[in-house]
T-cell receptor, first 114, second 115 residues
Framework: GAGVSQSPRYKVAKRGQDVALRCDPI?????LFWYQQALGQGPEFLTY????????KSGLPSDRFFAERPEGSVSTLKIQRTQQEDSAVYLC????????????FGQGTRLTVV | AQSVTQLGSHVSVSEGALVLLRCNYS??????LFWYVQYPNQGLQLLLK??????LVKGINGFEAEFKKSETSFHLTKPSAHMSDAAEYFC?????????????FGKGTLLTVNP
């Protein structure tokens, strides 16, 4: 595709609900990243995939967060039993190769937990 | 551990005036340095990056930044602000070693351009 596409753009979840956020990276991009951006803050790293392999998940805040990229293209970030502190914009980015010299970001999914 | 400090969460300039957005970093290894811009309801867009070589880096839309190792700084400048430059700007760093895929961002600086 022309750019990184994320869906949904907006998601309102009741506390305790499970959510799934989708990312379609630029076609052919090897690397895929998820970041979390809280209100008034810069993005914070969550996890990194190289093709289908999740090479770094050190930024996931708890075991309620799970990400996958089973076929090395589309990725899903799943949050179980959402809590209010999970409210943030979740950004997906992809880059052509392993070295992150230019990552292209999607518009993000704004998650609000009520 | 790496960190990025952006001085000034909000900078206001007049149209045609110099834009200066400040960024200082800390890194235990030689860094890669980036500036991203975020327009409302849009994703982050790369303005420019420094990896190796020339320390003065030119980017899109007339922006440039200079890597100063002695000052651990990577300030962003533009000689003459345009109304369309109004946006939020993020400085970011990654290391040049094994974790070069991971960006650490500053908190951002909101640039307002007054007519």
């Amino acid at each position: 595709g022309a750019g990184v596409s994320q869906s949904p753009r907006y998601k309102v979840a009741k506390r305790g609900q499970d959510v799934a956020l989708r990312c379609d990276p630029i076609s052919g991009h090897v690397s895929l990243f998820w970041y979390q951006q809280a209100l008034g803050q810069g993005p914070e790293f969550l996890t990194y995939f190289q093709n289908e392999a999740q090479l770094d998940k050190s930024g996931l805040p708890s075991d309620r967060f799970f990400a996958e990229r089973p076929e090395g293209s589309v990725s899903t970030l799943k949050i179980q039993r959402t809590q209010q502190e999970d409210s943030a914009v979740y950004l997906c980015a992809s880059s052509q190769d392993r070295v992150n010299t230019e990552a292209f970001f999607g518009q993000g999914t704004r998650l609000t937990v009520v | 551990a790496q960190s990025v400090t952006q001085l000034g969460s909000h900078v206001s300039v007049s149209e045609g005036a110099l834009v200066l957005l400040r960024c200082n970093y800390s890194s235990s290894v030689p860094p890669y340095l980036f500036w991203y811009v975020q327009y409302p309801n849009q994703g982050l867009q790369l303005l420019l990056k420094y990896t190796t070589g020339a320390t003065l880096v030119k980017g899109i839309n007339g922006f440039e930044a200079e890597f100063k190792k002695s000052e651990t700084s990577f300030h962003l400048t533009k000689p003459s602000a345009h109304m369309s430059d109004a946006a939020e700007y993020f400085c970011a760093v990654s290391d040049s070693g094994g974790s070069n895929y991971k960006l650490t961002f500053g908190k951002g600086t909101l640039l307002t351009v007054n007519p």
